[in-house]
């Protein structure tokens, strides 16, 4: 991901291998639907509600978020889940997830959505390096920068 990113134009450099490499991110914040690692990777619909929280707390410190780029579906559904939570949209009509998904919500903050960058969808050819960099160029021209 973080190659996607460096030359996106939101990471100082193509890898990390250590909290201490130098790394710094520009205009951006990664968060976690789910914040375990459950069982084959695949978190209940339990636990991720019992996540949710998390986001809540994330997202009212985050105050001047005008894109967000959600890394498949999980992620999708638990930010679309905050929307609905915080009275920003009445409920998911509507709102569906799909690769390069762009939807402008009430707030003004864009919605993105795109395939999950794991192995299994980059491994398979379901998420390409382009597909994934053009999400990210779009967020970027999105946020006018």
Request: hydrophobic share 40%; with cysteine.
């Amino acid at each position: 991901m973080f190659p996607i990113l460096y030359e996106a134009g939101f990471a100082s450099q193509p890898n990390s291998e250590s909290r201490e490499d130098g790394l710094v991110l520009k205009d951006m914040w990664i968060s976690a639907a789910v914040r375990c690692a459950p069982p084959g990777n695949k978190p209940t619909p339990e636990e991720q509600r019992n996540c949710a929280h998390w986001l809540d707390e994330e997202m009212a410190l985050l105050t001047r978020v005008r894109v967000v780029v959600c890394l498949g579906k999980i992620g999708f559904d638990a930010f679309v889940g905050y929307l609905v939570r915080t009275g920003v949209i009445a409920s998911r009509k509507g709102i569906e997830f799909s690769h390069g998904a762009e939807y402008a919500l009430p707030n003004g903050m864009v919605l993105m959505a795109t395939y999950h960058p794991s192995l299994q969808n980059t491994n398979t050819g379901v998420l390409t390096e382009g597909m994934f960099l053009r999400i990210f160029v779009r967020a970027r021209e999105l946020m006018g920068k």
